[in-house]
């Protein structure tokens, strides 16, 4: 069974571009979360979507969005990018609703420099 | 607002010393705890998950975590570590119609 998948795995923006991260998760799930991984701040959540809904959002400014396709694909997008941002950005799914279950299965990321 | 906390920040342990790892959690009801790994290089995975039941769970790998509500802790154990259990470990709540909220984080480094 193949895990979650995420593109790009490495990127390289200057500040004030946007960038679309991608991910698909494990055939069958159709939860899929977005964190933010820094050394300092550990992971913070930025989203939950199931079954192409929105199912929670974390504290993060408006210029961080999602969403989610009918086949359970997720992408997430940043725009007018700051330095601040740079980060691994996690995709994670699961078969149920996060808040149901809380397991998670995490892609391996996708690491943000904004220069 | 829910939050998590993990004390320690780094952890550095020779093999065949004991190990364990402090989390707190701030929720006062109902809850749902688990503890994540990330191995050097790879992704993050479930240790262990308690739901209901016996307070003392058992995960992969030797590890066990106790749930004490009454301190609101959900520490992870292991009676001896192993140099390939260096990882950072993350402990992560949840609740009903909740996110699921991480911890920091403990980078734990074993000495050969």
């Known amino acids: 069974k193949a895990g979650v998948t995420q593109t790009p795995r490495y990127l390289i923006k200057t500040r004030g571009q946007q960038v679309t991260l991608s991910c698909s998760p494990i055939?069958?799930?159709?939860?899929v979360s977005w964190y933010q991984q820094t050394p300092g701040q550990g992971l913070q959540f930025l989203f939950e979507?199931?079954?192409?809904?929105?199912?929670n959002k974390g504290n993060f400014p408006g210029r961080f969005s999602g969403r989610q396709f009918s086949n359970s694909r997720s992408e997430m997008n940043v725009s007018t990018l700051e330095l601040g941002d740079s980060a691994l950005y996690l995709c994670?799914?699961?078969?149920?609703?996060?808040?149901?279950?809380?397991?998670?299965?995490f892609g391996e990321g996708s690491r943000l420099t904004v220069l | 607002a829910q939050s998590v906390s993990q004390h320690n920040h780094h952890v550095i342990l020779s093999e065949a010393a004991s190990l364990e790892l402090g989390c707190n959690y701030s929720?006062?009801?109902?809850?749902?705890l688990f503890w994540y790994v990330q191995y050097p290089g790879q992704h993050l995975q479930l240790l262990l998950k308690?739901?209901?039941?016996?307070?003392l769970v058992k995960g992969i790998k030797g590890f066990e975590a106790e749930f004490i509500k009454s301190k609101f802790s959900f520490n992870l154990r292991k009676p001896s570590v192993q140099w390939s259990d260096t990882a950072e470990y993350f402990c992560?709540?949840?609740?009903?119609?909740?996110?699921?909220?991480f911890g920091s984080g403990t980078r734990l480094l074993v000495r050969p």
């Open positions: 994670a799914s699961s078969l149920l609703a996060t808040s149901d279950t809380g397991e998670l299965f």
């Open positions: 055939s069958g799930h159709r939860s």
């Open positions: 979507y199931f079954s192409e809904t929105q199912r």
């Open positions: 929720y006062g009801g109902t809850v749902n």
């Open positions: 308690y739901f209901s039941g016996d307070p």
């Open positions: 992560a709540v949840s609740h009903s119609s909740y996110k699921l909220i």
